[in-house]
């Protein structure tokens, strides 16, 4: 495989600093540069595109140092149904070093288009690159008219209860190709002659279905044969009454076109999956399994009593957009080895993980044995489950035998968060291997690795790495288990940093934040959850995740569409803020730095925090807010704007100081962590008080015997301002806590997924086991264990710093982060009192690496010295550091 990585050895010995050879010499005829990785909005080949401009992005490899993209050029062509090409984009020789999220600019692009493009660039060293291969996007339906039939329904009237729909479809001809455009809401599930289409689940994403509703594009060519039976099963979902859109457009190899929609389907309530719903379980009875549901439906008179008329229904109100981030889908597997028989007749499959997905069953039974599967996260004294948390979700699958031999089954319209299996009526003991658990989720691809010498951080980032991917259900859900699964913005304005480190959020949280925008109304105001389910409008203004959404997009993607589509709601949000303030402060706030150890919050009930002003967390957000208006006018071309948001977020900042500095003690309000912490991290703490600010806060975790006081917001915010003023062996201290509250005591006391609070409860109270808003230490494990952060000044990793801070209890940490423009790594280990620190930089980026010495004259590289270094460039010293860029 092709090398574009940078590699640097660096060693560190008493002081003196020796830079050692590893990696490639600066070679004496340059190696080819390949263009590669081509993305169009961030998906490879992607077929439902709707978007006019789509952002293309591609990446370089090199095996050489220092390579940088001068200029490119970007061809579109257009496949015409005669095979003919036509060039509708030809950028020519454009010189720029941008190759991530460049808008498409040619000529209009057509719903059903396939486009194919490629790229070359030009280099530094003055080489043009041969062009990339080939890849293509293809359009989906753009227009509402496109859509040639309107949504079709079953007479109400049965809550919970599967529609079916039935159409037959018979081509006069042999298919060239097939595309079905398919919406099914809550929930659907297609085949073609028995045959599922595509691998999607719990197909298409949540919405705000009165907003906009997503449909799955899929080839479906290779499905049809003479004679086709479509079958769509239908469920609530998160819609409630199943309704269904779909069309399928076939052309037959005589070039002849046929369009099949749902106006062609019959439907009738009553199939094997009886009942569906995703707190509560699912329902199957195989007894009315039947080979007749996948034949060919025979009319039988307009009152045809098993396949009545699909009606044409009322749209739900939201325009038809294609679904662009990565389906829900069966991520992985795994059979629980660990079965328990605490009563008699009941057994319990312990998975060992606390996950979101479910279960699959085999059985032999008899016809109309009756199977229970109760999903809890804890079990009881007495060895059953403990479903107590999950408040109203019955989270209970039953399953009918039709009692013929083995019987495989799982679910399709509903999800769990559970460790525990809970199955009752069973005829015999189950051996291991009856019951596979099934991970699901949004199936974005995984970005980062993280190991250290340590391995309680191992075991934590691991517990924060399955906790975020048990909360991937359409949007970033607070849960899995209990009767909420919500898009909680407070949860996400810290867990963002966490979750893009470990996962290709790139589609993922474009998506989501459509439905942030999607709640807002005209007066700016957005609410607390998305889509709007839970919570209050306006939202606490803790909810900094809806701006946070489409500047983190930008800085780690560069995806710059989404702060011009978005910047006004934007703002709009952050004047609704400034227009609820008093004197400078925000003058409401509900949950504040929310849910922190018990001992500080209001009473043990609540969740609030006692010692942290909620108004201050509310002004302190508002700030920076405002400042990120501020930094995206200025991106957008916008100075107007930018000094004006530059100006609120200055009045907020000397607001924010007038009401809580406190002079006296050398702190923020109570002088607790949290207020510290929020107003170092903020950057509104003059240069003269930080001194005392940062002492007071470290003081503060000794005095607490090195644990934190703070809730699901700042607590991120304490361990990064800890390190960056000089206290990370108190950070260290924190993160290494084993006893209450930190996530070593949640390990300590059996949890695989972080917990909801620092407590360890059960009983029907609010205590999730699988929450992702207290995990903020995995991004402190990237950003300053391993020390990679993106540089919002040139986006998509195009500069980047590596600045890892070296603790002492630790021989080494490793790691790597999968940008956009590839692999970054950071690897250093001590070895008999030397440090060595290996690191990879991406073809077509540099980065600022910050050396943890002083000692820069002794510093070497490659057996020479590292100023002398190929692609390496002395800066600076800097306080405990050397500076160099590299590229
Ligand atoms: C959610 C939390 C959220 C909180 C805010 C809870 O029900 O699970 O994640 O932060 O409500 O009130």
New binding site residues.
Partial sequence: MKQNLYFWSLSLMMGIISLTASGKQSPTTAPPTTVTGLRCEYAVNPIGMDIADPQLSWRLESSARDVRQTAYQIVVTRAAEDGSTEEVWNTGKVTSPLATAIPYAGAALESRGHYDWRVKVWTNDGAESAWSESAFFEMALMKESDWLHEWIAYAPGNPGRIIYFKGTFCPPQAVSRARLYLSGIGYNEMTINGRKVGDHVLDPVQSNYSKRIYYSTYDVTEYLGKENVLLVAVAPGWYGMPRLRMQMEVTCTDGSKHILTAGHLRAVATGPTMYSTIFDGEIYDARLESEALHQPYVPSGLMDRVWGLAHNADSPGGHMVSQKCEPIKVVDSLIPQKITEPQAGVYVFDTEQNLAGWAQIQVQGKRGDTLRLRFAETLYANGLVNQENLRNAKAMDTYICKGEGVECWEPRFTYHGFRYVQVEGLRQKPQVGMLRVKWVRNAVEPTGTFTCSNELLNRIHHMIVSTEASNLHGVPT??PQRD?R?G?L??LTVRIEQALYNFDFSRFYAKFLDDVSDTQDPDGTIT?VAPYR??ARPADPVSASYLLLAWKSYEFYGNRSILRDHYAGMRAWVDFLASRTENGIVNYS??GD??PPTAFAMSPES?VSKDTPGKLMSTGYLYYCASMIAQMAAVLGNSSDSQTYRQLADRTAEAFNREWWNEEQGGYATNNQAANAFALFLGVVSEDRIPRVVKNLAEDVKRHDNHLTTG?LCTKYLLEMLTRYGEKETAYRLATQTTYPSGGYMLENGATTLW?RWEYATGDA?N?HN?P?MGSVDSWFYKYLLGIMPDVEQPAFAHFTLQPYVVEDLTFARGTYQTVKGVIRSDWSKTNGQLTWQVSIPANTTATLYVPTRNSASLRESGRSARKAPGLTFLREEGEWTLFEAG
């Fill in positions: 607070d849960c909420e919500m909680w407070n949860d607390c839970f919570g509900y949950y929310w849910s969740a699901n909801e609010m999730s929450h808003m």
